[in-house]
Every structure is written in C-alpha cells, then in structure tokens.
C-alpha cells in the first residue's frame, strides 16, 4: 500500500534586490514550487536555477547591478498566489519597467519566448533578436496567463516569459534532475542577460 500525509503550510516569495536599486529596474522572477506528483526539476528548479545563475552574474557586473531584482515565487502551482501577492504588493515602492519568468527552461527543443501582453511585443522581439545571435533555436510563442509573468502584465507592464517546448514528462514523476540540459538553462540564461543588457543601456 502507499502511505500519504497532508499538512498546510505557508508558502513564502524569496525576493533580493541591491541597495541601491535603480528606478528603472528589471524584475525577474521563476516559481520553485512543484506539483504533489511531480518532483519538479524541470517545472520548475529549472527556472529557478536560471533566475539564480542570472543574479550571480549580474551581480559581477557593476553596469547592471542597480538595474534587477530577483523574485522566486512560492504556489505557483496552486493559481499563481506569490506572484499575484506580491504584484498586488510591489517590495520596491514601484513597479519594475518589464518583468522577465523563467518557467521549464531545461527540456525541449525550441526556446519559446512570449509576451504576456501587448505591452510585451517589443520586447519579445528584442530577446528573439538575441537568441537568434546565439544560435538560439527560438521562437515566438503566447504564454497565455498561466504563470508568474501573468499578474505583472496584468499592471500593464512588459512582460516575457522562456519556456524550453516541449516536455513530455510535464506534471509527472518523470520531471527528474536527469532529464534537465544545464546547456538548455543556461542559453536562457544567456539570451535573457543580453536582453537584459540593452534594456539597461
């Protein structure tokens, strides 16, 4: 037989943000929760693990270390409750000027890069611009409203979102670590500090 326990807890945002943020800042963001059934490495430690790798770099590059604040976000999974919250309850006294999410970034074969909006389009653009000079196997794709970029375009901010299509292992006990590409994750990566770079030019 199978032996189960439920227990409610309280699910927390991580946020981190230089002192001396920039009015213009960039937020970026990814869920780290995971569902019940799914161990999560790909949905979604893949994209945290982008969001962590693009605060170590920037934080090494003095240019744009005033320009991005990070946000992991808690319950996603259960209708984007961190995100909303803490859309509804902007940390910084100020919205950010666009709002980047990483969502299964390590599995796939085309780096899908959407706006969330109209707001979004042209920045859509300006990351497919870089993916492209990197080789990238990207495309254009409509997120729709089912993740963390979500509340924020609801604000009528800019908003992207990268996910690696497809993974067949989606939402399953199959989502294990050895499955994910690093090199997946780290191109997002890559194209979204290019991005990043000449929005904070």
Do not use: C
Not at 3 to 8: A, D, P, R, V, Y
Not at 78 to 87: D, P, Q, R
Not at 122 to 150: I, T
């Amino acid at each position: 037989g199978v032996s189960t326990e439920t227990q409610t807890h309280t699910s927390q945002n991580v946020i981190a943000r230089p002192a001396d943020l920039a009015a213009d800042y960039i937020l970026v963001g990814a869920h780290y929760d995971s569902v019940p059934i799914g161990p999560g490495a790909n949905d979604n430690a893949s994209g945290s693990a982008a969001v962590i790798e693009l605060a170590r770099v920037i934080n090494s590059r003095p240019a744009l270390r005033r320009s991005v604040a990070f946000a992991l976000f808690g319950a996603e999974e259960l209708g984007l409750i961190g995100s909303s919250y803490m859309a509804g309850h902007l940390p910084f006294d100020r919205p950010p000027v666009a709002m980047l999410n990483f969502d299964m970034v390590g599995v796939g074969t085309t780096l899908s890069i959407g706006p969330g909006s109209a707001a979004g389009r042209s920045l859509a653009e300006l990351a497919l611009r870089k993916a492209a000079a990197l080789g990238a196997p990207a495309s254009q794709f409509d997120p729709g409203r089912g993740s963390d970029h979500a509340p924020f375009a609801g604000l009528g901010l800019p908003t992207l979102m990268f996910y690696w299509q497809l993974d067949e292992n989606y939402h399953t006990p199959a989502d294990q670590a050895e499955r994910v590409d690093p090199e997946k994750v780290l191109l997002a990566v890559r194209v979204a500090l290019d991005t990043i770079t000449e929005l904070s030019a």
